[in-house]
């Protein structure tokens, strides 16, 4: 009865003491019999992986991680492959659902998460509008200098110029309007770390303190004061 009674005990502490996960991620990838899957994030300018699940058959993936504040995670598979497939998206405390297919892995991703994996989905839409404005400059820039015809190369640059400075403003207008969001500060480091100084500052500025805490918000700060020095 005391050795039960022991074990009884045993358990209960060790229930006690089982933390949960800041962060736990659930993926379903329609068509995966075998391969390893790894949820990775940036860290001191690497990625690493925070965690990871060997695949043989119809197995739930289940990963975690710790997490002080929202960031970008990434999903991997291995399909014992050179070639790596990537899935990105924004994390915070809690569960990130991700359903997408083998065949079509980054493609097919549909995420259901966290409020900043919305906006950060409005922010890529936004953006996408942006990059096909691009794509028809450059088409045109090169027929142009095909026909060695400077005005319209000219035409061209004039709005290469004119769609650079659209996008820094539609990234400070949308930043300014989350500015109580982690994709504040993220957009701002990724998407206009080139952009005047005075735009970077007005979105710091514009921060509340919980962003300005975070890790995004700590990088911008400190992004801006080493443009200064």
């Known amino acids: 009865m005391k050795k039960i009674a022991f074990i ?17 991620v659930k993926v379903t990838i329609k068509g995966l019999k075998k391969g390893t899957v790894y949820l990775k ?3 001191d300018s690497l990625i690493v992986t925070v ?8 197995d739930p993936i289940e990963l975690h991680s710790n997490l002080e504040s929202p960031e970008i995670f990434f999903i991997q598979l291995n399909r014992n492959t050179k070639q790596g497939e990537g899935i990105t998206f924004f994390a915070d405390k809690g569960i990130t659902e991700i359903n997408t297919s083998l065949k079509n892995f980054s493609i097919d991703a549909q995420i259901k998460g966290s409020t900043q994996q919305k906006e950060l989905e409005d922010f890529l839409q936004l953006m996408s ?5 691009r794509l028809d400059i450059i088409k045109a820039d090169i027929e142009a200098r095909k026909d ?6 000219k035409a061209t640059k004039d709005a290469f110029n004119s769609l650079v400075k659209a996008k820094y403003l539609q990234t400070v207008n949308f930043a300014m309007s989350h500015k109580d969001s982690e994709i ?3 957009i701002a480091l990724t998407e206009i770390a080139d952009a005047r100084i005075k735009w970077l500052d007005t979105i710091n500025n514009a921060l509340t303190p ?6 995004y ?12 020095k």
């Not at 009884?8 to 736990?24: M, V």
């Not at 965690?51 to 058959?57: E, K, T, V």
């Not at 060695?148 to 190369?153: A, F, V």
């Not at 919980?210 to 890790?215: F, L």
């Open 41 to 43: 994030k940036a860290e």
């Open 217 to 228: 918000g700590q990088e911008l700060e400190l992004f801006i004061s080493n443009r200064k």
């Open 184 to 186: 504040a500060p993220y």
């Open 8 to 24: 009884f005990l045993l358990t209960i502490l060790f229930s006690c003491n089982k933390t949960t996960p800041d962060l736990t």
């Open 210 to 215: 919980k962003v300005k805490a975070s890790k």
């Open 148 to 153: 060695n015809d400077s005005l319209k190369i």
């Open 51 to 58: 965690d990871s699940l060997a695949i043989n058959g119809e």
């Open 129 to 133: 509008r942006i990059n096909d404005r």
